[in-house]
């Protein structure tokens, strides 16, 4: 159908479904009309979830993490290892790990170096990990560097490891802190989002001191 001949109700709704990523024309389309075939209820519904989406999620203020409440429910469960600490790029990468088995604490980052679009540290939650790494009570033992196996991934994780290696000439503790990268079990350029939980046990399982 031309979209000149759309009703406008329905070409704004396309409109907003292709803003999304993975979601192109054709498939916002289809998702548009699926939406003219359900109760209006549905329709509502969906609408009422998307208004929550944020008004109900805080940034936890320990792992950086979305959640409900701050700190999170990762960042209270006492159950898990306090002395690992998995460094991931976003939230995504946490729910993907959490499938896997980790049960260690996480450091979301909030992304990747990427000076071709702007992003360097200081645009990242990198100082707010080495705070971390600095608290001598109830120290850590292991970080696992676990961005992408990407190019910016692993630039991010070299950055990380060399800037450790520095602080940990000034601080005594840090110089026992035992750095691992995760396992090859990921294929290059990949997102940990969308691999296999089988896959994601492996590489955490493999991972190897960097």
Same mark, same amino acid.
């Given at each position: 159908?031309?979209?000149? $001949?759309?009703? $406008? #109700?329905? @070409? !704004?709704?396309?409109?907003?479904?292709? $803003?999304? &990523?993975?979601?192109?024309?054709?498939?916002?389309? /289809?998702? =548009?009309?699926?939406?003219?075939? /359900?109760?209006?209820? %549905? =329709?509502?519904?969906?609408?009422?979830?998307?208004?929550?989406? /944020? $008004?109900?999620? +805080?940034?936890?203020?320990?792992?950086?993490?979305?959640?409900?409440?701050?700190?999170?429910?990762?960042? #209270?469960?006492?159950?898990?290892?306090?002395? #690992?600490?998995?460094?991931?790029?976003?939230?995504?990468? +946490?729910?993907?790990?959490?499938?896997?088995?980790?049960?260690? /604490?996480?450091?979301?980052?909030?992304?990747?170096?990427? &000076?071709?679009? !702007?992003?360097? &540290?200081?645009?990242?939650?990198?100082?707010?990990? %080495?705070?971390?790494?600095?608290?001598? @009570? #109830?120290?850590?033992h292991e970080l696992v560097l676990g961005t992408d196996p990407s190019l910016e991934g692993e630039a991010t994780a070299l950055y990380l490891q060399q800037q450790i290696e520095r602080?940990?000439h000034d601080l005594p503790h840090l110089k026992d802190l035992k750095i691992t990268r995760l396992a090859r079990g990921l294929p290059v350029g990949s997102d940990l989002e969308y =691999?296999?939980?089988?896959?994601?046990?492996?590489?955490?399982?493999?991972?190897?001191?960097?």
């Open positions: 159908m031309n979209s000149r $001949k759309l009703p $406008k #109700s329905i @070409q !704004g709704v396309i409109d907003q479904f292709s $803003k999304l &990523p993975g979601i192109g024309p054709k498939s916002a389309s /289809r998702l =548009a009309f699926y939406l003219l075939t /359900r109760p209006e209820q %549905f =329709a509502v519904d969906i609408g009422q979830a998307l208004l929550d989406l /944020r $008004k109900n999620l +805080v940034t936890c203020g320990q792992c950086f993490n979305v959640a409900e409440e701050n700190p999170c429910l990762i960042c #209270s469960d006492g159950q898990r290892r306090q002395e #690992s600490l998995l460094v991931a790029e976003e939230p995504l990468d +946490v729910l993907a790990l959490e499938r896997a088995g980790w049960d260690g /604490r996480y450091h979301v980052l909030g992304g990747v170096i990427s &000076p071709i679009n !702007g992003i360097g &540290p200081e645009q990242l939650r990198v100082r707010e990990l %080495f705070d971390r790494l600095k608290v001598t @009570q #109830s120290p850590i602080l940990g =691999a296999d939980e089988l896959t994601l046990a492996r590489a955490l399982e493999g991972r190897k001191e960097y």
